[in-house]
């Protein structure tokens, strides 16, 4: 259908529409240069811009719920052992274990008659056995292990 009106825009008419179909065909080549050939370059400046990342130190151990009140804390367990390679009062520390954990003084002169250089006496003890001390040798030859020092 060829009006007169049709006739007189005709080639205004074709430069529109090969103005708006050449702004398409850049529209798509730029995007497609963004979006498959730059990715990597334009994902950093994407990750610099909108990432924030802070490192923060958590305390650990304890779990309270949103009123405070605890609802998990840190059990503190000890390890003792002595070195029998070396002199040390063996008649002491086996009483002193025997008195603390109920265990018969044969029990611990008998594990005390082992040479060894790190001989374990008890293992996993828990803080209630324990007495807070300055120092981390208990009698002669016995050492406790743990960030705090303990004594029975």
Same mark, same amino acid.
């Given at each position: ?8 825009? #005709? ?15 850049? $529209? $798509? ?24 990342? #802070?490192?923060?130190? +958590?305390? #650990? +151990? !304890? *779990?309270?719920?949103?009123? +405070? ?6 059990? =503190? #367990?000890?390890?003792?052992? /002595? ?27 008998? %594990? ?8 374990? *006496?008890?293992?996993? /003890?828990?803080? $209630?056995?324990? !007495? ?5 040798? %208990? +009698? ?8 705090? =020092?303990?004594?029975?």
């Amino acid at each position: 259908m060829r009006t007169s009106l049709y006739n007189n825009y #005709r080639n205004e008419i074709r430069m529109l529409v090969l103005l708006v179909a050449a702004f398409n065909i850049f $529209l $798509l080549t730029k995007i497609f240069f963004i979006q498959v050939i730059h990715h990597d370059k334009y994902k950093n400046i994407l990750d610099e811009e909108t990432t924030l990342i #802070r490192t923060e130190q +958590g305390e #650990r +151990g !304890k *779990i309270y719920d949103m009123k +405070g009140i605890s609802l998990a804390d840190n059990i =503190t #367990r000890y390890d003792f052992w /002595v070195n029998t390679a070396e002199p040390f009062d063996k008649y002491d520390i086996a009483a002193a274990f025997a008195k603390a954990f109920n265990q018969d003084v044969q029990y611990y002169l008998n %594990l005390l008659n082992n040479k060894h250089h790190h001989l374990k *006496i008890e293992t996993n /003890v828990e803080k $209630l056995y324990c !007495k807070r001390r300055s120092t981390t040798t %208990l +009698g002669s030859g016995i050492w406790i292990i743990n960030s705090e =020092t303990c004594t029975i």
